[in-house]
Each structure stands twice: as structure tokens, then as C-alpha cells.
């Protein structure tokens, strides 16, 4: 019997595992792909602060983000470059088998191609069903680090996200791409945006969010007149859910739920290394608490869910408010936007303010500088309000 098993062996269920297994406890890490980080769908974008409070792996960076570019749906463009790198570029699948190598080392078992059917919880432990019962195993604690939408979570009794957009993207030969570009407007993404990443020479990886028919959406972006020249050649489009709320509980008795299965990602931007790291690490402390005082119900873990909201939740009720008040923008309003960001001082508001990990202070300032400059220069601000 293992003392925990973690489904899922994405960056927050190796980190998880990798703390438990420094710390002497028997971990298993179920994966049910044949490597870690194989069909992953992810930006591969990482923020500074993430490789600086874990020590993250770091030969798998592909590109340093520290200049951005937005545009507008009339064209027009904004650009933005910090003093210092603000994230990196990685390559997400060899960073995530980088990062179960080291939970190995920390004493892990790595199962790969092993696909958890069916979890019945027992009073003294929890009995996992991997690949339709060819093999049965038995741990005191599990983490459920699947990724979102995962039907395993009501089989412990929890249920999971109830808003949800999508993610697609792919990874295209490119000419002409030295810099990140975030696209905005009702023809790219609505309510959401698009983007192209430069993560190696002459290749990018192009995107967007969106709330229905992801890929149909990918494909039209990709033929708009700012990308279809630059386009060389694509690799397959891949889609994902990303949740837009965290699950109503994220402990049960002998479980807890880490990452996109419990919804712990910027709301603003949905993307969710960092956040469930950090998640990770709480869970991992509250696991070795639970361990040690030989203690398995659900009151005993319910520190995991009150730690990771009074880290997380503010920020992502901020960005909830901020999708809601971006969604009743028309592409006129954002074009007016970027006329008055472009010479109301806004961008050096952003540009003392931005962290790219935690949007709560910049949303707040952002806001309270607009406002102010309305009520200061309301001419300025008329097209941007009566359109």
C-alpha cells in the first residue's frame, strides 16, 4: 500500500509528489499517457516568480517574454516591453517529464499508460482500478491532478467546474515573429483573445479562447488578414476545456483535488502552472499533517481548501469581474481603448504595476486611473464610454 497516490502527472502532480517523496513518504504518480506531458495543450508559458519559488527546471526554455504587442480589431497595435523578463516560453512537454524525473528522484513511483477507471473509497484505505482491472492499487490518500472536466471527482463525491471556454491552439512555421501578440475583437475571439507566441526561430505557437467551436474559430483567426501570410505551414489543432470557477469542494475524505480539476487558474488569461504549483504545495503540507497524526477524514484536509482560497480566490474574483466587463465591449469600444491608452499614460500605469502572476493590484489601479482620467478629461473619454 502507498501512502499516496496522485492522479496525473502534469507540474502540480509531480510537485506534489516530488514534496511527499522528500519528506520519506511512499508516492505513486499515474499517468495515463505513455510520457508525462504527451497531448498536452498549454501556451508553455511560465512566469518568472514560478522558476524562482520553486527552482523549476530550466533547459527547457525556449523563449524569454518581456515584449508584447496588442492589437486592436482595427489594426491598431499597442506595444509593451518591460525592464526585466516577466515570464519563459517552455517546452511543456519535456518540462512535464522533467518534472516527474524529479519527483522520482524524490522517490516517487512513476506508473505511465496507466489509466485510473475506477476509485472506491474504504474506510481504512482507497482502491484504485487502473486500465479495466488489470492492476489494483491501494494508497491512504489520493490526489486527483487530472486536468479539468474529469469524471473521476464524482466518483469521490465532488463535483466539478461549472463554466467553462475553450483553448485551441497549434504550433505553426511563421515568418515575421520576434514578440508576443495579443489579438482582441469580436472577429478573433470574443469576450476572450487570440495570440501568437515566438517560442523558437522561424516557429510560433498560435492560439485562442473562446466559448464554442474552438477550432472552427482557430482556423478563421489564423486566415485573417494579420496572419495569413505569415503562416509557413501547422501542426493539429488541439482543444481543451478550461474552467472559469473553482469546484464547489476540493477535499473529501481521504482526497484532495490540485490544479484545472479544481479550477485554480487565472481567470483573466486561464493559464494555470503557477497557481497549481502553489496549490501543490499546500496540498502536500496538509497531506504530511494528515499522515502524521494518522488522521484520513475530510476535516482533516479541509486546511488544504480554506489555505489555497485565501491565496487564490481574490484574484480570481478580480478576473472574473474583469471578463465581465470586457464581454460588453464592442470592438469599437476596445478600438477607442487603444486610442486612449496610447496617450493617457496608461501603458507606464501597466508597466509599474504588471506581475504576471497576480493581476489583482494592476486590475484595481487600471481602473481607478481610468475613472479618474474620465472624470478629469471626459472628452477624451467619450468614445470609449457612449459608443
Known amino acids: 500500500m502507498f501512502d499516496v497516490a496522485v492522479v496525473g ?9 516530488r514534496i511527499l517523496g522528500v519528506k520519506g513518504y511512499s508516492v505513486v ?7 508525462p506531458g504527451d497531448e498536452v495543450n498549454c501556451s508553455g508559458i511560465i ?3 514560478a522558476f524562482q519559488h520553486f ?3 530550466t533547459d527547457h526554455i525556449l523563449s524569454v517574454i518581456d515584449r508584447l504587442r496588442f492589437i486592436a480589431p482595427s489594426g491598431a497595435s499597442l506595444p509593451f516591453q518591460h525592464h526585466d523578463p516577466l515570464a519563459y516560453a517552455v517546452n511543456r512537454a519535456r518540462f512535464d517529464a522533467a518534472m516527474a524525473a524529479r519527483a522520482v528522484a524524490a522517490g516517487a513511483v512513476l506508473r505511465t499508460g496507466a489509466r485510473v477507471d475506477e476509485i472506491q473509497m474504504n474506510q481504512s484505505d482507497v482502491t484504485l482500478s487502473v486500465n479495466r482491472n488489470q492492476s489494483v492499487l491501494k494508497s491512504r490518500f489520493l490526489v486527483l491532478a487530472t486536468g479539468a472536466g474529469s469524471r473521476l471527482l464524482q466518483q469521490v463525491g465532488l463535483s466539478g467546474s461549472k463554466k467553462y471556454v475553450l483553448g485551441a491552439q497549434t504550433e505553426c512555421e511563421i515568418t515575421e515573429a520576434d514578440e508576443v501578440e495579443i489579438y482582441l475583437g469580436h472577429r478573433v475571439a470574443p469576450s476572450n483573445f487570440g495570440w501568437l507566441i515566438p517560442v523558437q526561430k522561424g516557429r510560433a505557437k498560435v492560439g485562442l479562447i473562446c466559448d464554442r467551436q474552438a477550432a472552427h474559430a482557430l482556423r478563421k483567426f489564423m486566415d485573417s488578414e494579420s496572419l495569413r501570410d505569415r503562416i509557413r505551414s501547422r501542426t493539429k489543432i488541439r482543444c481543451s476545456l478550461l474552467p472559469l470557477d473553482t469546484i464547489h469542494r476540493s477535499y473529501a475524505h481521504r482526497t484532495i483535488v490540485v490544479g484545472e480539476a479544481a479550477g485554480q487558474l487565472k481567470t483573466i488569461t486561464c493559464g494555470g502552472i503557477y497557481y497549481a504549483l502553489l496549490a501543490a504545495e499546500i496540498g502536500a503540507d496538509v497531506l504530511d499533517r494528515a499522515l502524521q497524526h494518522h488522521q484520513s477524514d475530510a476535516a482533516a484536509l479541509a486546511p488544504y481548501e480554506k489555505r ?4 487564490l480566490e481574490s484574484e480570481l474574483r478580480v478576473g472574473l469581474r474583469l471578463r465581465s466587463l470586457f464581454a460588453r465591449l464592442t470592438d469599437d469600444r476596445i478600438n477607442a481603448l487603444f486610442e486612449v ?3 493617457d499614460g496608461l501603458m507606464d500605469l501597466i508597466r509599474e504595476k504588471v506581475n504576471f502572476d497576480w493581476h489583482r493590484d494592476l486590475v484595481n489601479s487600471v481602473l481607478r486611473h481610468s475613472l479618474v482620467r ?10 470609449l464610454l457612449f459608443r
Open 9 to 17: 502527472a502534469g507540474p502540480a502532480g509531480s510537485m506534489l509528489a
Open 29 to 35: 504518480l499515474l499517468e495515463e499517457h505513455p510520457c
Open 47 to 49: 512566469g518568472v516568480e
Open 55 to 57: 527552482d523549476l527546471p
Open 308 to 311: 489555497w482560497r485565501e491565496l
Open 341 to 343: 491608452a496610447s496617450q
Open 374 to 383: 474620465a472624470a478629469l478629461h471626459p472628452a477624451a473619454y467619450s468614445r
